[in-house]
């Protein structure tokens, strides 16, 4: 184990598995994309992980920014070998999404009218099982947007920018079901549903973005360990942004596993988060720990 350069945090250290983690915490949340799978395979050691995991009678949540029904990534986990008794739950931004939508109690979507543009490249209609939507093809008849799914590198999504602004004009609100704004395939940096909704925004339009770091996903996550305390429970992703920024503000431990998204916070030489980019985290949470992982396998 190698302490990180941080002063002010002694608790940081970087690991060369997760082991010594799994005899520290008994409950684990964990990202998806960039921990568990690229979108097509099991990252190494994987599903070894899990597997020790469930053994040593640990609790595994996935906490993803998928715009997906959690259902729907059941299937896809099984068909890449991980099986269910692995793991307790998952929980999406698709499923926030849908939740407040069925319900009509979130304040933002109380008074949504039920037209709806809806980008998605998957042509994925069942999350609007069970909802009072209707699916329009024109910006023009739309009463808003939804972005579920979109990828490809960041200049073929930007044909979208002209239906952004003309929607921003009719100042209509968009719903954004996936907070993340790009992705890491095969190397290379992929556009999610969050950078569209980071547009809109600069042309004055109003978007509700959902997915972590909302406090709300981690919220939804803890339930899954209803008599676990906070301090025995550890955050596993890739992202600063999403997962480390909302763990932390969600109360929970982190580590952080090596990736693309994890960028200039990571020195690779050094084996070292950048104290740069880590102070204001460090400085905001002094009681809680940051840890640094090459993967997620023992």
């Not at 949340?29 to 960039?34: A, C, P, Q, T, Y």
Request: hydrophobic share 40%.
């Amino acid at each position: 184990m190698k302490h990180l350069e941080t002063a002010q945090q002694k608790n940081a250290l970087y690991l060369d598995t997760l082991l010594p983690l799994c005899a520290q915490y008994d409950g684990f949340v964990v990202d998806l994309w960039g921990v568990i799978h690229n979108g097509r395979e099991l990252f190494p050691g994987v599903k070894d992980g899990l597997t020790y995991l469930h053994e040593q009678n640990k609790t595994v949540v996935f906490l993803t920014n998928s715009p997906r029904r959690s259902y729907n990534i059941v299937h896809l986990l099984d068909a890449m070998g991980v099986e269910k008794n692995l793991y307790k739950a998952i929980f999406s931004s698709g499923d926030l999404l849908h939740k407040d939508l069925l319900s009509s109690t979130e304040e933002n979507l109380k008074n949504l009218q039920p037209r709806c543009l809806c980008i998605d490249e998957l042509n994925d209609h069942t999350f609007f099982e069970g909802l009072n939507i209707e699916l329009v093809e024109s910006i023009h008849k739309a009463d808003f947007l939804l972005i579920t799914t979109i990828s490809g590198p960041v200049t073929e999504a930007m044909h979208y920018q002209t239906m952004l602004k003309i929607a921003a004009k009719r100042e209509l609100p968009l719903i954004c079901a996936n907070a993340d704004k790009t992705v890491y395939v095969n190397g290379h940096e992929h556009v999610r549903p969050g950078l569209l909704a980071e547009w809109y925004q600069s042309y004055g339009g109003r978007a509700y973005v959902y997915g972590k770091p909302d406090k709300r996903m981690f919220m939804e996550a803890l339930k899954y360990f209803p008599d676990m305390p906070a301090s025995k429970i550890l955050m596993v992703g890739d992202n600063f942004d999403t997962d480390i920024k909302g763990a932390l503000n969600a109360g929970l431990d982190s580590a952080v596993v090596i990736s693309e998204m994890t960028g200039s916070f990571y020195n690779s030489e050094t084996h070292t988060l950048t104290l740069e980019k880590l102070a204001p985290l460090i400085k905001a949470h002094p009681d809680q720990s940051i840890y640094c992982v090459p993967g997620f396998a023992v």
